[in-house]
């Protein structure tokens, strides 16, 4: 698990609707994390934060050997796992994304 850490600059979590968010921004801020090492078909929320440098901690599912997505059977939920990524750019604003 990342370290606590204080409050965020950019949270989008797929489960509060990021992919429904206008097609312009959710096609950048899907480049902008390929670009940044971070797969969004295996991510199911970003926080990015800026301290001394700009890094990201990605909240991602975890696999099994066979490559499937892990489940707590006790919480009927995947299994998540937290990677820190330090960042060479920032995601894209969500309002200059807008058609």
Same mark, same amino acid.
Request: proline share 8%; net charge negative.
């Given at each position: ?5 204080? %409050?965020? @600059? #950019? ?6 609707? +990021?992919?429904?968010?206008p ?5 950048? *801020?899907?480049? +902008? ?12 929320? #970003?926080?990015?934060? &800026?301290?001394?440098? /700009? *890094?990201? #901690?990605?909240?991602v599912?975890?696999r ?13 939920? *995947?299994? @998540?796992?937290?990677?820190? #990524?330090?960042? %060479?750019? &920032? /995601?894209?604003a ?6």
């Amino acid at each position: 698990m990342v370290e606590p850490r204080g %409050s965020p @600059l #950019v949270v989008e979590d797929v489960r509060k609707g +990021w992919y429904h968010k206008p097609e312009p921004y959710r096609q950048a *801020f899907m480049a +902008w994390m390929r670009s940044e090492g971070m797969d969004p078909n295996e991510t199911r929320r #970003v926080e990015v934060h &800026l301290m001394d440098t /700009p *890094f990201a #901690v990605a909240t991602v599912y975890v696999r099994d050997e066979q490559g499937q997505k892990m489940i707590d059977r006790q919480r009927e939920e *995947f299994v @998540l796992g937290e990677e820190m #990524v330090l960042l %060479s750019s &920032l /995601p894209p604003a969500d309002d200059t994304c807008r058609e």
